[in-house]
T-cell receptor, first 112, second 115 residues
């Protein structure tokens, strides 16, 4: 069965520091992978997606993610965090159909 | 381009009342999803429509919940009668097709409080 694990419920980083949010998935074939961000009071916004090809994908707002098949991971990174990046981040796995499996989310706090 | 539009943004009502949530998907998208988000259960898929037809309603909690999509540009989620445990944020999302590689685009949600 498909599953997505985001091991970190909360992460706190200082503004300007680098960021890595972890995502591990379980899926039999090559998955479709997504990262979304949810700011307070808003819906989920797509940051980036991976389907195939280059395992390092670039997204909006300076984020990138790397697909590592051997580790079943799709970690999200940003070299320098801004205060406006404080939000909740969700990893999701899509199969060959319409269903996504969402992780439980990681809430990011940014210290000034 | 306009994104997914949901209304109302907030709804506070008393237990037993009927609640109707509305969604306008992105034009040209043929797949529409209703989700519920709570602290305890995270994001749950309630129902999925493809070309205005309900395909998967296995996530609808019980008969008090119903959803319709009378045309490609409008969908409703109705709760009747509402209960305090229905309090949550309800999201509508749409995607271009039902293929698993199509990103889902979310509205800003309706925050529902049942007193």
């Amino acid at each position: 069965a498909q599953s997505v694990t985001q091991p970190d419920i909360h992460i706190t980083v200082s503004e300007g520091a680098s960021l890595e949010l972890r995502c591990n998935y379980s899926y039999g074939a090559t998955p479709y992978l997504f990262w979304y961000v949810q700011s307070p009071g808003q819906g989920l916004q797509l940051l980036l997606k991976y389907f195939s090809g280059d395992t390092l994908v670039q997204g909006i707002k300076g984020f990138e993610a790397e697909f590592k098949r051997s580790q079943s991971s799709f970690n999200l990174r940003k070299p320098s965090v801004h205060w406006s990046d404080a939000a909740e981040y969700f990893c999701a796995v899509g199969s060959g159909t319409y269903k996504y499996i969402f992780g439980t989310g990681t809430r990011l706090k940014v210290l000034a | 381009d306009a994104g997914v539009i949901q209304s109302p943004r907030h709804e506070v009502t008393e237990m037993g009342q009927e609640v109707t949530l509305r969604c306008k998907p992105i034009s040209g998208h043929n797949s529409l999803f209703w989700y519920r988000q709570t602290m305890m259960r995270g994001l749950e898929l309630l129902i999925y429509f493809n070309n205005n037809v309900p395909i998967d309603d296995s996530g609808m909690p019980e008969d008090r919940f119903s959803a319709k999509m009378p045309n490609a540009s409008f969908s409703t989620l109705k709760i009747q009668p509402s209960e305090p445990r229905d309090s949550a944020v309800y999201f509508c999302a749409s995607s271009l097709t039902q293929a698993g590689n199509q990103p889902q685009h979310f509205g800003d949600g309706t925050r529902l409080s049942i007193l």
